[in-house]
């Protein structure tokens, strides 16, 4: 891991709830680093480890994402990525919070201080983006977002946290990035060591699970990941073939040994990673095959 704290900062980060700084490389290149919360004896801090980890499944499944490394900066580890509009050749890119409130206003808004969860709020906010203008150009994209979220636990993907980029005039979905509320990363050392080999205690953790869908602002999660999957796999079934296709080609040697030697984590968190990732994949693939093919 380097020590990049010669590094200029040249702007403040946006829409975080982690400190997060705009870069400027000895090279000239940009750059986005974010810190993880500080260790407080009662939460984990893996925010910036658990992003790093992310992209590089991310990559292997074939996903769009950002590139991300563990870093040093001025004493304090940290999160460095390449800053993606830069990279990708985009104009601008705006966030699909700032798109769906623009387009939709106070309905879209609302849903933010609702108390609506699960079911009802997903087909809210559904009724919504089916009339976003650019629904169709994204769909595919997003499904993969949230089917990958479901698969590493993310449960931070609001509307915010993922955007439409504009080159040459044209919109695209951008990169995944801010994948670090994922992978267990509030879960204690002794927790992790518990359900590694508890078949009952993944699959708990599985049904407790929770996501934003992409879509929901609020600051706590609300819809259950499973009943998210099942919307997905009832609604778009021939998405979610190609997702699962796509996790078919998973090098899972090639993740485990990236596991395995990335520093920092301890044998145990390691373990409950690569096992993490295995156990979702399966219970993902038998509720997607039983609901869009059963019913």
Request: proline share 3%; net charge negative.
């Amino acid at each position: 891991m380097r020590d990049i704290s010669n590094w200029s900062v040249t702007n403040f980060g946006e829409n975080s709830t982690l400190e997060k700084y705009e870069l400027l490389s000895p090279d000239d290149k940009q750059f986005v680093i974010k810190f993880p919360r500080n260790f407080d004896g009662n939460r984990t801090n893996w925010e910036d480890v658990n992003e790093v980890i992310a992209a590089e499944l991310a990559k292997l499944i074939g996903l769009p994402t950002v590139d991300a490394e563990i870093v040093y900066f001025n004493g304090r580890r940290a999160c460095l990525m390449k800053h993606f509009r830069v990279e990708w050749g985009a104009e601008h890119g705006e966030t699909a919070a700032s798109l769906l409130s623009a387009q939709f206003g106070e309905v879209y808004d609302n849903l933010k201080s609702s108390d609506l969860k699960n079911d009802e709020l997903i087909r809210e906010l559904f009724l919504l983006f089916e009339d976003f203008k650019l629904y169709h150009q994204t769909l595919e994209s997003y499904i993969f977002m949230n089917l990958f979220d479901i698969l590493i636990a993310n449960q931070d993907r609001h509307g915010h946290n993922w955007q439409i980029l504009y080159i040459e005039g044209e919109p695209c979905f951008g990169p995944l990035y801010d994948n670090g509320a994922s992978l267990g990363w509030q879960l204690t050392e002794s927790a992790i060591i518990n359900m590694v080999n508890d078949h009952t205690k993944m699959n708990q953790f599985f049904n407790k699970s929770k996501v934003k869908i992409g879509l929901d602002n609020r600051e706590t999660p609300r819809i259950q990941a499973k009943k998210a999957l099942k919307f997905f796999a009832r609604n778009f079934p021939e998405e979610c073939e190609k997702f699962f296709y796509k996790t078919d080609t998973l090098d899972v040697a090639k993740f485990e040994k990236f596991i395995n030697d990335f520093p920092l984590l301890s044998k145990d968190r390691k373990e409950f990673i690569t096992k993490l990732i295995q156990f979702r994949l399966d219970k993902m693939k038998s509720i997607f095959r039983e609901e869009a093919y059963n019913e």
